[in-house]
């Protein structure tokens, strides 16, 4: 997700309907503790969620991207240490 991203905003304020619910619903049953540890579960699933889709596959954003420094040579990589 970018910011620029179509519907970006929407799906924010979805996802925040649905712990601000989550929260309400469990602070009728269960009590305002219990409803304090459910919002946060499941604001925490959707980071999880994020982060999974995020990094998927070997996305890591720190990593190089594949062929870099293939132009210096096989023995330029200092941390190859075969």
Do not use: C, K, N
């Amino acid at each position: 997700m970018t910011p620029q991203a179509q519907g970006l905003w929407a799906l924010l304020l979805v996802r925040a309907l649905v712990v601000a619910a989550a929260g309400v619903m469990a602070l009728g049953f269960l009590g305002a503790g219990a409803a304090v540890l459910v919002a946060a579960l499941t604001a925490l699933t959707y980071v999880l969620f994020w982060l999974r889709s995020r990094f998927a596959a070997g996305r890591w954003p720190f990593l190089p991207a594949p062929g870099y420094g293939e132009s210096a040579g096989e023995d330029s990589d200092p941390t190859d240490f075969r």
